[in-house]
């Protein structure tokens, strides 16, 4: 179970800029961090660790984009959100 989600200063002012993130990818990252809350595991995310590591995690937001996080305990730290070639 997931008690806390958070997100680092800079990726908020990004998520806020109109020029970074279009809307669609923003409402569909909110959309991924309420499912990864309610079920980790729910198919569409594709929730997994990153080849090669044990700590970081991603999930697809879309075709284009991921999400990186480190989850510690019950709690989770985005990293990143990038489009998947710029991410590996």
Known sequence: MISKIHIPEHLIKSLKSKKKFSKPIKEKFYWCLD???EDSQYPSL?????KGTTDIWEFSI???????????????????????????
């Open 35 to 37: 499912m990864l809350v």
């Open 46 to 50: 594709r929730n997994k660790t990153v």
């Open 62 to 88: 879309n075709k284009n984009y991921r999400c990186l996080y480190r989850k510690v305990g019950d709690e989770i730290f985005i990293l990143a959100i990038a489009k998947h070639e710029d991410a590996f």
